[in-house]
């Protein structure tokens, strides 16, 4: 593990940082990943084009996450506000998981990457469900990365479903009022059996949580930039790691 990390950050690029930048990698990183249509604009494309450029940036990402011993990365993909827009663009990233999918799926398989999707199926296109789906299914037995894509995911939703099915157990007599707990809650969360991420990131500038994962961010460290999703490398990632590594290192100094 030190090897393979030694071998892509670059030994120049670490020693200065300590063993901290090789251990305290975070487990969990969700990335909010904002600007494809406002990245399109700056180039006179259709905002189709912005998407389509941040799957590219997707592959990028996984690779590098997978690479620096990362062991989950969620990825907000489409909010159950997204429904909003335009038909067209609307039906234009519901596609957008298949080809993703066509192109990838077999070197995220050769890689040793699990598949997984956390948000609300009913609304899907079949299409776009059996997609996922199949990959999913694929990529069960995979001991890798854990690539989660938030795809038809909203945090309220997701809170409302969790205390819902917590009421109706206490109606049932199944779960007295005074257990519920935080774990109790955690287990109803389409979050269940995965840790709460250590790092949030959010590209564009924008400095919302835009109703993602708004349980599990408790505690997560922000970090934030202007850099468009498109324009968003395999070096920002190390930024943002890095940073979170010498917050981690402050904290340890207390
Ligand atoms: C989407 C590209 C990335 C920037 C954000 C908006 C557009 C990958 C997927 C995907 C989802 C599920 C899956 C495999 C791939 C995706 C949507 C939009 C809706 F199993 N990128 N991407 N899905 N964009």
Redesign the pocket.
């Known amino acids: 593990m030190i090897e393979r990390l030694w071998a892509k950050f670059g030994k120049s690029s670490l020693q200065p940082e300590g063993p901290d930048a090789i251990e305290n990698v975070p487990e969990h990183v969700a990335i909010i990943?904002?600007g494809?249509g406002r990245w399109a604009k700056t180039r006179g494309l259709p905002r189709m084009a912005?998407?389509?450029s941040?799957?590219k940036?997707?592959k990028r990402v996984t690779m590098e996450a997978d690479r620096l011993g990362i062991k989950y990365l969620t990825?907000?993909?489409?909010s159950t506000e997204?429904w909003k827009r335009p038909k067209a663009e609307v039906d234009f990233?519901?596609k957008?998981?298949?080809?993703?999918?066509e192109i990838?799926l077999e070197e995220l398989i050769a890689n040793n990457v699990q598949?997984r999707?956390m948000g609300h199926k009913e609304d899907l296109p079949s299409y776009?469900l059996s997609?996922?789906e199949e990959?999913?299914a694929k990529t069960s037995d995979n001991t890798g990365l854990v690539?989660n894509?938030a795809?038809n995911y909203g945090s309220r939703k997701e809170m409302l479903g969790a205390v819902k099915s917590i009421a109706a157990d206490v109606r049932d007599g199944r779960l007295a009022l005074e257990d519920i707990d935080d774990t109790i809650m955690a287990d109803r969360l389409l979050t269940s059996g995965i840790p709460d991420p250590d790092l949030l990131i959010r590209t564009s500038g924008e400095l919302r949580l835009s109703n993602f994962m708004m349980w599990q961010l408790a505690y997560s460290e922000l970090w934030f930039t202007d850099v468009y999703?498109?324009e968003f490398t395999e070096t920002h990632l190390q930024q943002a790691i890095l940073e979170y590594q010498r917050r981690a290192r402050r904290y340890g100094g207390l």
């Open positions: 990943m904002d494809n912005g998407h389509h941040g799957m940036a997707v990825l907000y993909a489409f997204n990233l519901m957008l998981p298949q080809q993703f999918l990838e598949v999707m776009t997609a996922v990959a999913i690539l894509f795809l999703w498109p």
